[in-house]
């Protein structure tokens, strides 16, 4: 009877997961692929308040639930972004969504769908900062070690792989997306995904 009953929900969470997992993969693909390391080390690296407030705002308009959000913040964080920002738009994200706002204005009313929206992203302010006071060893980017960093030179790598072509990139992002992310965080989204179906 229980194992049935889990089946069932792992699968039911399993179906309405999948679209938003497939958005958050594709974008962290194009993430790893167009967004230059150093770009995301000046806006989103550091201590500072400033990589909290942008992730803030990217995750108040980004267009994913919290399982998509997952990916995203892996690739951030791999291109080396602080812990301040990944849990500010961890934070953000889910709740600041149009479809989960209009769910909330539906259930609760409008007032309270801008009370939820203004305090999640405090929370996600308050987060970050906190998270950046976190002393979090790092030890270089997480990124494969075939990557470089484009920053203070470039190197012939960073060159070749901007001048590729369009299918070149393309088969670049869907491997990250669906092959390479799948094997980093998928244990863990199964993981998470059985939690919610035993519960």
């Given at each position: 009877?229980?194992?049935?009953?889990?089946?069932?929900?792992?699968?039911h969470y399993l179906a309405v997961t999948v679209p938003a997992l497939f958005v958050?993969?594709?974008?962290?693909?194009?993430?790893?692929?167009?967004?230059?390391?150093?770009?995301?080390e000046k806006h989103l690296g550091g201590r500072g308040m400033k990589g909290v407030?942008?992730?803030?705002?990217?995750?108040?308009?980004?267009?994913?639930?919290?399982?998509?959000?997952?990916?995203?913040?892996?690739?951030?964080?791999?291109?080396?972004?602080?812990?301040?920002?990944?849990?500010?738009?961890?934070?953000?994200?889910?709740?600041?969504?149009?479809n989960a706002l209009i769910v909330t204005a539906g259930l609760l009313g409008i007032?309270?769908?801008?009370?939820?929206?203004?305090?999640?992203?405090?929370?996600?302010?308050?987060?970050?900062?906190?998270?950046?006071?976190?002393?979090?060893?790092?030890?270089?980017?997480?990124?494969?070690?075939?990557?470089?960093?484009?920053?203070?030179?470039?190197?012939?790598?960073?060159?070749?792989?901007?001048?590729?072509?369009?299918?070149?990139?393309?088969?670049?992002?869907?491997?990250?997306?669906?092959?390479?992310?799948?094997?980093?965080?998928?244990?863990?989204?199964?993981?998470?995904?059985?939690?919610?179906?035993?519960?």
């Open positions: 009877m229980f194992l049935s009953r889990f089946g069932a929900s792992f699968l958050g993969f594709i974008l962290s693909g194009v993430i790893h692929e167009f967004v230059p390391d150093e770009w995301i407030f942008w992730s803030t705002l990217a995750g108040t308009f980004a267009p994913v639930c919290c399982w998509g959000a997952l990916p995203i913040a892996v690739s951030f964080r791999r291109k080396g972004a602080s812990l301040g920002p990944i849990l500010a738009v961890l934070i953000v994200t889910p709740a600041t969504s149009v007032k309270f769908a801008a009370f939820l929206f203004f305090t999640v992203i405090l929370m996600g302010l308050a987060a970050g900062f906190i998270g950046n006071r976190i002393p979090v060893r790092r030890s270089g980017k997480i990124s494969a070690p075939a990557e470089c960093i484009c920053g203070e030179k470039k190197c012939s790598h960073c060159a070749a792989k901007a001048q590729r072509g369009f299918l070149s990139r393309m088969k670049s992002i869907l491997k990250y997306a669906f092959i390479d992310m799948p094997k980093d965080i998928g244990k863990e989204i199964l993981l998470g995904l059985g939690l919610a179906a035993a519960v």
